[in-house]
């Protein structure tokens, strides 16, 4: 599997390396931002890794910059920790975020989990899986809406969607959903889930503040509703 990796820190890059490469990746190092954007394109890796080893450096602008042309899973590694940060992170597209410090096992256990739930899904037996007035092509990642629209999802949007769509109003625990769709279990990430349903409803809900069809149980985790009723806050 590939990586892009980029990073501030010419040392912390190289030990990374090395980490990925002794667990059998593929990794693609370079500290220049121009040069990350034009191997992202060259290459076609399967993950890019943003790191930092400064809490002064801010990575969201090159995040910003990344999601304008690629879906491919992304990766922010920061000491910034903040609960705002990581928010911003994932409101931007980042598909997971881990805070230094962490373990060098820890950072392969990542990659591998959510290199693995980016790989396209063997669903091509399946059919469209239709509930309410929206249909999911699990081929080509594509919901089209009630007003004909065919709109794009990510493969984490489309993991959740599909998850949910697959068991219409049966409510989804927030743990399974990591599990599922980042392929790793814990505690601690309920705002990832919180992040990916905001972007999904973002793309599918003619009203995000007040959805139809992926809804909120709190203290528990969400929903795909078979019926039309807006959530009420």
Request: charged residues 25%; proline residues 8%.
């Amino acid at each position: 599997m590939k990586v892009l990796l980029y990073g501030d820190n010419r040392d912390q890059l190289d030990f990374d390396t090395f980490v990925l490469r002794q667990a059998g990746l593929q990794p693609l190092a370079t500290s220049s931002a121009d040069k990350l954007l034009a191997m992202c394109a060259e290459e076609a890796p399967d993950l890019i890794i943003l790191e930092t080893t400064s809490r002064e450096t801010d990575l969201l602008p090159l995040v910003g910059r990344l999601r304008t042309d690629s879906d491919t899973a992304l990766m922010l590694i920061s000491p910034q920790g903040e609960e705002e940060h990581i928010l911003a992170a994932l409101d931007l597209g980042v598909d997971d975020y881990l805070p230094r410090p962490h373990s060098p096992q820890m950072l392969v256990a990542r990659i591998r989990a959510l290199i693995r739930r980016a790989q396209p899904v063997p669903l091509s037996a399946l059919g469209p899986v239709s509930v309410q007035d929206l249909v999911l092509d699990p081929e080509q990642h594509v919901v089209t809406t009630a007003d004909g629209s065919a709109v794009r999802l990510t493969n984490m949007e489309f993991r959740l969607l599909f998850l949910l769509m697959r068991n219409p109003d049966r409510v989804i625990p927030t743990e399974t959903i990591v599990e599922r769709v980042w392929g790793y279990g814990g505690a601690g990430e309920a705002t990832l889930v919180k992040n990916l349903v905001s972007r999904l409803r973002h793309k599918i809900e003619p009203d995000p503040a007040h959805p139809r069809y992926v809804k909120t149980v709190p203290g528990i985790g969400y929903s795909f509703s078979s019926t039309s009723s807006p959530e009420t806050s």
